[in-house]
């Protein structure tokens, strides 16, 4: 079974920065395309960010030019690297593997995710 573990998060003043790590575990295809979704209370999780197989990645238009996402692909790792961080990107992160098809629908199961908290 595939397993995500998220860490990283924190809490973070409006403008700083944060990098958040998701080891990939279990039975699961070498290098599986990833991506970043994160989910407020009261809202529905959204998806953030991914990166393909080979490295090709795209952003929700709310976090671009702000987040990057990477891997690692000796660590089975996946970085989410969020500069200039709004009070509006608070929320819980996690990541998972995703079905290709064009809207980044999950694959697995939910990890416990990793809280981002922007606040003065």
């Known amino acids: 079974q595939v397993q995500h573990a998220e860490s990283g998060g924190g809490l973070v003043q409006p403008g700083g920065s944060l990098t958040l790590s998701c080891v990939i575990s279990g039975a699961i295809d070498s290098n599986p395309a990833m991506a970043w979704y994160r989910q407020s209370p009261g809202k529905q999780r959204e998806w953030v960010a991914a990166v393909t197989r080979t490295g090709i990645t795209d952003y929700a238009d709310s976090v671009k030019g702000r987040f990057t996402i990477s891997r690692d692909y000796a660590k089975n790792t996946v970085y989410l690297q969020m500069n200039s961080l709004k009070p509006d990107d608070t929320s819980v992160y996690y990541c998972?593997?995703?079905?290709?098809?064009?809207?980044?629908?999950?694959?697995?199961?939910w990890g416990q995710g990793t809280q981002v908290t922007v606040s003065s």
């Open positions: 998972n593997r995703y079905y290709s098809g064009g809207n980044y629908s999950p694959v697995d199961s």
